[in-house]
């Protein structure tokens, strides 16, 4: 589809880019799937003209049939690059029964070679048949606007490329997993810094479009070990590393650090940084400057306002906040909870405690039945760091996830769409909204998400979470595919367990049920798939009790992850307890799980299918999926 010879399409901040097939808005780039390109680039090429259905999906899809949701998926996924919010037509219009337009005005550049300017510029010397009166050496400018335009884009090109001109936009944004700063003693006290001042960090930095930086999750591993580079950086897909070391004295803190360029093994920047540990908060400010200048990325105005320093806060509650995010690291929540309500305690109107409080609250009350006080908590600590500071990504992200798990994905979707508007870069934001997408049904769409998120950064929720949509598509393989093959995380073997378990591989199920349970036997999933794993070994009884445990303690405590609900409800169909089996999936339903093109296909269910219940609770679900659909596609 694209323009062998390349062009330039731009329209009010954006230029699309056919020959390095990218999007730029105000020069930085913007993540599309080749499929969303495409589909861009094909309205663009027609761009006024309504184009059909038919012809846009023969034009994407060439020789194929697809359904037309996939092109609904790939317009949506245009909309949300684009930033246009449900209802505004800046960019595409839709008519409906017939198709779509490209509404906004677009400039087609053509870039052309120097001799095709020269041609067109100067006129052939006239022969006397032509003229008899100019004289024979003379050429005759023709000062045209389009051709002095030409002529300077091919001169400004020729010089471009010679210079190797830092304001160039990369072709892709630069990878950085900033690793935990090792300490030069063994000091159990003081262990903490080691990551929590590399996260700090990573939040700083969170708000550059043109650095896709690895997530404190996925660098946690690399606690106290000793870093081979090309190694961690091939682990975590980069291309520039930060490493660091610190030392402790009293109240004098050394902290040493570089960032290298993997491929070409070159030290971008080295420096230590002597302060005194009541200023510690200055660190993540200094080394994020450092890391923009080492890099030399251009920096957008509100780029430059969000990396601004952070207000002096009280020394100890800034402590008791890195003490917090490490605690939640190592999965100890409540601990977690406590240093970090100490924290804002202390200093009320620092806004990343306030996030880190609800995150910690939030996976307290998810992971280890917490239950409805652990919510409401996280909530409230979530809205006081967005009323601080509406855009604070973190508080957007985990707040977002909250509301999903509450049972509110209707408000978790815009507020993920916002913050992608800030970073559309962002890979853990593009992963939560596919979270959302599934509990509202949409597979397809959350699949795109989350397979975005997963090429911005393919370590992102490696662990700690998994692509359920392509599960709930029936995608079994894909699926599986999906998750990492060598880890201790309890999560994702009960996933692997639950795959294996679709397609009937009953021995490999049941071992990766034990093992999830052997592990983390307070993890609901693996309670479920140790339940699953007694049906599979006929003692259905057994896996009865375990069931009817977890919904009373689930009620007890006002546990809200309806998805996690559902799973309950499906061991329950499978244990052959329908009347159970409807209870729980009404509450997953009515508590915000109503993902019902999944329900409808979902072989665990089957044996609830001529159930009167069974259909009243199907035609609530597919009620609240359509205005989903209807509100925000």
């Known amino acids: 589809m694209s323009n062998k010879n390349g062009c330039l399409y731009e329209f009010d901040p954006f230029v699309l880019d056919t020959v390095q097939h990218l999007l730029l808005r105000n020069s930085t780039p913007v993540p599309l ?17 309504l184009l059909s259905k038919v012809e846009l999906m023969q034009a994407v899809w060439p020789d194929s049939f697809v359904d037309e949701s996939n092109l609904t998926q790939q317009i949506s996924m245009i909309r949300r690059a684009l930033g246009e919010s449900a209802g505004d037509d800046r960019y595409i219009v839709t008519v409906t029964g017939r198709g779509y337009r490209f509404a906004a005005s677009v400039t087609h550049v053509t870039p052309v070679t120097p001799e095709e300017v020269l041609n ?41 490329n010679k210079q ?47 650095l896709i930086i690895r997530p404190s999750s996925a660098i946690s591993v690399y606690k106290h070990q000793v870093i081979d580079i090309p190694k961690v950086a091939a682990e975590l897909h980069v291309d520039t590393l930060l490493t660091g070391n610190f030392i402790r004295d009293g109240d004098d803190l050394r902290i040493t650090s ?25 660190l993540q400010d200094s080394v994020a400057l450092q890391i923009i200048k080492g890099l030399e990325l251009s920096l957008s105005p509100l780029e430059s306002e969000k990396l601004k320093p952070d207000r002096p806060i009280d020394p100890r509650a800034y402590e008791y906040y890195l003490r917090g995010v490490d605690l939640y690291a190592n999965n100890d929540f409540p601990l977690a909870v406590q240093m970090l309500r100490k924290s804002t305690e202390l200093e009320p109107g620092y806004a990343p405690a306030w996030a880190g409080l609800g ?42 996830n909250l509301l999903t798990d509450m049972g509110k994905v209707e408000r978790a979707v ?38 975005m998120a997963r090429q911005l950064d393919p370590g ?88 009817h445990d977890m919904e009373s303690k689930i009620e007890d405590r006002g546990v809200r992850d309806a998805e996690a609900s559902y799973k309950i409800a499906q061991a329950y169909a499978v244990a052959g307890d ?48 359509d205005t989903f659909k209807k509100l925000l596609f």
Not at 128 to 157: C, D, E, M, Y
């Open 460 to 547: 992102v929720k490696f662990n700690s979470s998994a692509l359920n949509s392509h599960l709930y598509l029936g995608d079994y393989d894909t699926f599986l595919n999906s998750l990492p093959r060598n880890t201790d995380a309890a999560l994702i073997i009960f996933y692997r367990g639950f795959g294996e378990y679709h397609k009937k591989n009953w021995d490999r199920a049941a071992k990766e049920f034990n093992l999830a349970y052997e592990l983390r036997p307070t993890l609901l999933q693996a309670r479920v798939g140790k339940a699953l794993s007694e049906v599979m070994a006929k003692r259905n009884g057994k896996a009865l009790e375990m069931l």
């Open 120 to 160: 067109d510029a100067v006129e052939p010397i006239p022969t006397p048949v032509q003229s008899i009166a100019a004289p024979p050496t003379s050429r005759i400018l023709k000062p045209t606007l389009a051709v002095l335009v030409a002529a300077i884009f091919v001169l400004g090109a020729s010089i471009y």
């Open 258 to 282: 570089q960032l290298i360029d993997v491929k070409t093994q070159n030290i971008l920047w080295r420096g230590a940084f002597d302060l005194k540990y009541e200023k510690l908060l200055t």
């Open 164 to 210: 190797n001109s830092k304001l160039r936009p990369p072709e892709k944004p630069r990878t950085l997993a900033i690793l935990p700063f090792q300490s030069l003693r063994e000091d159990p006290k003081n262990d903490f810094l080691g990551f929590s001042l590399a996260d700090a960090v990573i939040t700083k930095l969170g708000y550059v479009h043109s």
């Open 33 to 49: 799937t080749p499929k969303t390109y495409d589909t861009l680039l094909f309205l663009l090429e027609n761009h006024g003209r």
């Open 578 to 625: 329908k009347k159970s089996a409807l209870r729980v999936l009404r509450q997953s339903i009515e508590n915000g799980f109503f993902s019902y093109p999944y329900f409808v296909t979902d072989p665990l269910m089957d044996t609830l299918r001529g159930e009167p219940e069974y259909l009243r609770l199907m035609t609530l679900a597919q009620q609240r999926h």
């Open 414 to 451: 815009p507020l993920l769409r916002q913050a992608l508007q800030i970073n559309p870069n962002h890979a853990e934001v593009h992963w939560e909204l596919g979270y959302a997408y599934r509990f509202a049904g949409m597979l397809k769409e959350s699949a795109a998400e989350c397979e």
């Open 359 to 400: 995150r910690a609250h939030s996976a307290n009350a998810s992971f280890e039945f917490g239950g409805r006080d652990g919510y409401q908590n996280a909530q409230v600590a979530f809205e006081k760091a967005l009323s601080l500071q509406p855009t604070e990504m973190e508080a957007q992200i985990y707040m977002a």
